[in-house]
């Protein structure tokens, strides 16, 4: 019994005791952006953990005035030194309209983008 024990524990060992501790994408992205100075954006809707993590307020485009509610309206819009946290997907929608930007940080799932 005792060595049934063993083997199953040593087997599940990594399972209780992780060997590596991940962060999720959002946490990861929201602290990089708390180094920049510029307008925040975000382009999902994760606002009260993006504020707790970057420790700087933020602005949703979902809540914005009309001409801003979108990753691509933001771009068209006069507004100059800004930084949106948004998903790597959604910079598609840029290219295909080629507009440009710059990547300020990057993860798995998440990009901090800026005019360039």
């Not at 991940?22 to 510029?38: E, H, L, Y």
């Not at 970057?54 to 801003?68: H, V």
């Not at 997907?89 to 290219?95: Q, V």
């Amino acid at each position: 019994f005792v060595y049934i024990a063993f083997v199953q524990l040593r087997i599940f060992q990594t399972e209780v005791f992780p060997m590596t501790r991940s962060t999720p994408d959002d946490v990861d992205i929201s602290r990089k952006a708390g180094v920049f100075t510029d307008e925040l954006y975000l382009d999902d809707d994760y606002l009260p953990l993006a504020v707790f993590y970057s420790g700087r307020f933020m602005k949703q485009l979902a809540y914005e005035p009309e001409g801003k509610k979108t990753l691509v309206e933001l771009y068209r819009s006069d507004e100059q030194n800004f930084k949106v946290i948004t998903r790597i997907s959604s910079l598609n929608n840029l290219r295909v309209e080629k507009i440009p930007y710059r990547i300020y940080g990057l993860n798995n799932s998440f990009a901090i983008v800026g005019r360039k």
